[in-house]
């Protein structure tokens, strides 16, 4: 199993910057003061389709043969890899196929559906959901995007990190949310190939904590069923990214619930920004362990901005 | 009565620089392609206190003799003007009364109370607010700040408009709301001052239209209890910022409810920053008068970012 390094990370950027946005790294005085730290926000709830999501979807797609390109990409998702993937695939002029459950949001269905992807609807169950994809790839030959579990996709996210490190030369912590583990992966292995000086965090809420508990024992343990308000980070770690994390990360903190969707509060009020409940959870692990991070200087990725307006935690 | 012309803004800016952030101007091409224009939006919702009255109080505040300075400021406001002139006060070192309705939210009381200003309660009617703002400047010599009807708030105000020029040299349009009309006179003065090629465009809630009427008619006609959900427009214009719009602006447009909150919940969905329904009132007079901006190169001040996210409009 070939694991990505930081000289992949810096051939992504190259490939996909001409695509992408280099989003702003924002501060805040006011959360500076209130966690007592100095911490820098790498912001992709400003980068196309509204989230980190999309760096790995295009290299994923700027990576294929000629051949793959002329059959096109599928996956199955109804969140934020099914609209970067469908956008980057039409940014690219190929064809994107997307299976998702028939109860998928509308305002997820209409997103995709607008960034001209083909649509096929499915039970809701992983299973129908992996029997509809395997269908798709017999009959058109389309190479499967996974989310994270996909080489040039945890290289495509790693380069949020990259840039982060560009304009900040001097962290000493960087902190990414941990769902499947494809940002933290990119992240670690991007940090640590640049110096093992900064110390490389992942943050995951405590009711999904299977990262937390992998890494910890050892042992790769996915997550039944977990619940939590961050949505983005409810996946478990596949053996590619675990490896990476395993090989990178220095640790992986936990976050509680009502941390979460406090520090989400504080991020939209103090800063005027608006991030996703998976985004807080970085923010979160600061709170939850003032003493880890006191005058620190911090990155933070800030995964992205995608939220129902009408069904907000707080 | 002096009015302020362009050098006026251009002093205030220097001496306000030092104190305010330079706020960024953002783009979208999504709702470039919505609205068939090319929008720059100069967001003082980035601006401390979350919004553009940061400086205007802020020039008030340094533009005070030494004496002065040492009886202090006051003024009656529950909105942004109170939150912007207690900290620019504290920043000066100087001492701020703030006199609030006793029903006045309780986050509103915390916010005035967190920058360190001194608050007198009163009951919630202009006549108790003005009596008790009297009795402070006969005790104490303190200089009334007013929120709008300032010649100094105005030319802090116009140093917006300054800095969005400065930055996009080759705008055609610019739009700002109009409440009381301190931005809105802040903004024209400038701009008029800078170019007569641009047009300036007030931006107003039908709910609340009492400038519309004023300047359609030519004469000064408050509003009588306005309802709008853009609740920092719900001020008429003075003698002082109605002269000056009359000199400076081109048009006033109106915007309905609807439209302002279909405006809003866009700017949150595609560009993930937080504004408030008054700022939303600029893109809601594009989305009315698509002939009068297609095409065009548009400037919209963004007023400030301060929401109540329990009681969403949308």
Chains 1, 2 share one sequence.
Not at 218 to 234: E, F, I, K, Q, W
Not at 265 to 274: A, D, N, P, Q, S
């Amino acid at each position: 199993m070939r694991i990505p390094e930081l000289a992949d990370i810096q051939a992504a950027h190259s490939k996909i910057r001409p695509f992408i946005h280099n989003t702003p790294v924002m501060k805040s005085s006011q959360l500076n003061e209130l966690f007592n730290c100095e911490l820098f926000f790498k912001c992709e709830n400003f980068q196309k389709v509204g989230a980190f999501k999309f760096r790995g979807a295009t290299n994923a797609v700027l990576s294929l043969s000629s051949v793959e390109r002329s059959k096109g990409v599928v996956t199955h998702s109804s969140g934020n890899h099914a609209a970067a993937l469908s956008l980057a695939a039409r940014m690219s002029g190929i064809t994107a196929k997307i299976v998702m459950p028939e109860n998928a949001p509308v305002v997820k269905k209409n997103a995709v559906a607008g960034y001209g992807a083909d649509i096929t609807y499915c039970k809701p169950t992983l299973q129908a959901r992996e029997e509809a994809t395997r269908q798709i790839i017999e009959k058109t030959g389309a190479t499967l995007i996974h989310p994270y579990d996909n080489f040039n996709v945890i290289c495509g996210q790693g380069t949020a990190a990259l840039e982060l490190l560009q304009e900040i030369g001097d962290l000493e912590i960087v902190v990414a949310p941990v769902g499947g583990g494809g940002l933290l992966s990119g992240t670690s292995a991007c940090v640590k190939g640049i110096t093992k000086n900064i110390q490389v965090i992942g943050a995951e809420p405590l009711n999904a904590n299977d990262a937390f508990i992998s890494f910890t024992t050892g042992v790769l343990t996915p997550s039944v069923n977990p619940v939590t308000c961050a949505d983005g980070l409810l996946t478990s770690l596949s053996e590619l990214t675990f490896s990476v994390i395993k090989k990178n990360t220095d640790n992986i903190l936990t976050a509680k619930e009502d941390s979460i969707i406090e520090c989400m509060l504080l991020v939209w009020e103090r800063m005027k920004i608006i991030i996703e409940p998976s985004s807080a959870t970085v923010l979160a692990v600061v709170k939850e362990n003032p003493g880890l991070f006191e005058g620190k200087k911090t990155g933070l990725i800030i995964s992205g901005g995608n939220v129902d307006f009408r069904k907000l935690p707080f």
